[in-house]
Nanobody
Framework: QVQLRESGGGLVQAGGSLRVSCAAS????????MGWFRQAPGKEREFVAG????????IYADSVKGRFTISRDNAKKTVDLQMNSLKPEETAVYYC????????????????WGQGTQVTVSS
C-alpha cells in the first residue's frame, strides 16, 4: 500500500505562515495526482489544493486562492503546501492525499490518505 506521511503542522498566529509537507512511499509517485484536504472540528473534510502528476495543473479551493501554494517534487516523492496569511477559522487537521490516477480534485478520487497534521491558528 502507498504510505503518506505529513509533517510541519503546528501553532501559528493569525496572519502568519506555515508549510506542511507530505512524503510518499510504497509505490510509484511520479504518475499520481496529489492533494491536500483539511478537516476542522465539527466540519466535513474539505478539499484545499490539488496537483496533477507532472505539477503542470493545479487547482485551489476558492477560500485559499492567492494565499496557499501547492508544489511537488517527483524525484523526492514529496508534496508541500505553503500556507500564508492564515486565519483562525483555518484551524484544522490537514491531510495529504493521493490518487491512483493522474488527477486529484475531490474526495471520491482519493485512494490514499496520510495520518494528518494539526494546524492551529490563534486569534
Amino acid at each position: 500500500q502507498v504510505q503518506l506521511r505529513e509533517s510541519g503542522g503546528g501553532l501559528v498566529q493569525a496572519g502568519g505562515s506555515l508549510r506542511v509537507s507530505c512524503a510518499a512511499s510504497g509505490r510509484t509517485f511520479r504518475t499520481s495526482g496529489m492533494g491536500w484536504f483539511r478537516q476542522a472540528p465539527g466540519k466535513e473534510r474539505e478539499f484545499v489544493a490539488g496537483i496533477n502528476w507532472s505539477g503542470s495543473s493545479i487547482i485551489y479551493a476558492d477560500s485559499v486562492k492567492g494565499r496557499f501554494t501547492i508544489s511537488r517534487d517527483n524525484a523526492k516523492k514529496t508534496v508541500d503546501l505553503q500556507m500564508n496569511s492564515l486565519k483562525p477559522e483555518e484551524t484544522a487537521v490537514y491531510y495529504c492525499a493521493g490518487s491512483a490516477g493522474p488527477f486529484l480534485t475531490t474526495n471520491s478520487e482519493v485512494d490514499y490518505w496520510g495520518q494528518g497534521t494539526q494546524v492551529t491558528v490563534s486569534s
